[in-house]
């Protein structure tokens, strides 16, 4: 059983800002994806946002079992057909990841139905994220703590619905703590919030983030098929109720019809 990763990268700071093109020269989406591809279970792949569909085809996602997501400036600029393909395709049983910025990205919004904000702040301080669920399996192989230098600050309250399980929580040099590591459930779809990953900081080279990322993947993945159509809402006909029932007051609709959505 092989894995089949989707990387989407935004795929802008790369090209615009000669500190993120020093650190990721083929870009980030293309880091995560190389850490990944050195796991002999999993084979991943990218996509930027200007490809055709921002490289979010029926298609594509039909071979992706795991997409994982990173976005900062462009949030506004990504498709609102293309959000609705992902959100689709998580309800029907794909695994999804979110990176750092993508908290602001239209599809988590979209599968959270909150804000999601938060306070920030660019400093470059310490980072120091803990394991708060030492057993779950997105935990595995890591130490009860460790540290990014150089991050980006995100402090609470975090605009997210109450997780299945929080995995990691993070200290900041400057005295804030962040919910890091969320598990959520959106239809039959594994989702994971994962905090660090600015741009300007090597965060995607770190070894205990790439572990991090890499058992998200196997966390997220969900063997089953696909539901074929998670928003079917069928009209039961009586003569097919389980139990014999008889047909007993007006109704609105005939049988057959899909009735008001």
């Not at 700071?13 to 650190?23: K, R, S």
């Not at 190389?34 to 084979?43: E, I, P, W």
């Not at 921002?54 to 071979?63: N, Q, S, Y």
């Not at 991050?151 to 703590?177: D, I, K, N, Q, R």
Request: proline share 7%; net charge negative.
């Amino acid at each position: 059983m092989t894995i089949r990763v989707t990387v989407w990268g935004e795929n802008v700071h790369e090209h615009e800002n000669e500190i993120v093109a020093g650190i990721y020269p083929k870009g980030m989406h293309t880091t995560i994806a190389d850490a990944l591809n050195r796991d002999s279970g999993v084979s991943a792949s990218t996509v930027v946002m200007q490809d055709t569909d921002h490289g979010i085809t029926p298609e594509k996602l039909a071979d992706t079992d795991v997409l994982i997501w990173w976005g900062h400036k462009a949030h506004g600029e990504v498709s609102d057909a293309v959000v609705e393909r992902v959100a689709n395709a998580v309800w029907s049983g794909m695994g999804v990841i979110f990176l750092h910025s993508a908290h602001f990205s239209k599809p988590f919004k979209r599968l959270m139905g909150t804000p999601c904000n938060l306070s920030w702040r660019e400093a470059g301080e310490r980072e120091r994220l803990w394991l708060t669920s030492r057993n779950h399996p997105i935990a595995a192989g890591l130490p009860d703590h460790f540290e990014l230098e150089n991050e980006e600050m995100y402090g609470e309250p975090f605009g997210v619905p109450e997780p299945l399980e929080t995995v990691f929580v993070s200290w900041f040099a400057g005295g804030e703590v962040f919910r890091s590591g969320l598990t959520y459930k959106r239809g039959a779809g594994n989702v994971f919030y994962f905090r660090p990953g600015h741009e300007t900081y090597p965060t995607y080279h770190d070894a205990n983030v790439q572990r991090v990322i890499l058992n998200a993947v196997k966390w997220a993945y969900n063997p089953a098929p696909r539901i074929a159509d998670p928003s079917a809402a069928p009209n039961v006909p009586v003569e097919s109720a389980l139990e014999p029932i008889v047909e007993r007051g007006p109704k609105l609709h005939k049988d057959g019809e899909e009735g008001y959505r």
